[in-house]
């Protein structure tokens, strides 16, 4: 019998995941991550894990090479909206939590998973990602957000967007400035607040 998807299953997972990336933060080898990497590592191994499970409805356990170099050639890039520095983040985070979970005996072919990680590589995740036909419809809109090219945004629907198409990956959060909290007030740059910001710094200096 062909095995169905389950949101209750999808939910497993993700909590799975959660409570191990909490303990991989506490590991030397976290600590060997960039400030950026480790800002998106829990964005990073909730989307794979997500990713894995809704499109070839795989567990870690279940995780394999193809599968591996799938979500990231494929599944990533198509589906997740996100800055450079986070796609940049997401094969050096990837290849540290598939040894820890190895070491903890989550996963019994960690070597392999890392090897499929290695013959993808950084550059050709992001150049991927980088190509807007790679893009589905949700993406295209959710880049459009997160560049801030759309005006009017209302944060309750980034945020259920958010949710509901990028594997909980936040549009307003900034990998690149390595914050590691969401603001609690939240301002979305969009196309009419830099030109409103525009205008008052040209009437400042005019």
Known sequence: MEKAYSEVEAERNLEKNRLWV????????FQKLTKPEKV??????????????KYELREPRRYTAKLVRKVLLQL???RIAATNVFFSSVIPVMRRYFVFLGVQHKISNA???????????????????QDQNNWDAHKVKAMAILMGTIDHVDPKRVA?????????????????????????????????????????????HN
């Open 40 to 53: 998106a590592a829990l964005y990073v191994t909730q989307a794979f894990v997500g990713l894995a499970y």
């Open 76 to 78: 990533f890039p198509k």
């Open 160 to 204: 259920a967007f958010e949710e509901d198409y990028n594997m909980g990956v936040p549009l307003r959060f900034c990998f690149d400035l390595g914050v590691y909290r969401q603001p609690k007030n939240i301002i979305l740059l969009t196309e009419g607040l830099r030109k409103k910001f525009e205008q008052i710094l040209y009437e400042k």
């Open 111 to 129: 070597d392999t998973l890392v090897k499929a990680l290695d013959s993808v590589g950084t550059k050709q995740l992001l150049d991927i990602h």
């Open 22 to 29: 909490g303990r991989f933060k506490t590991t030397r080898s």
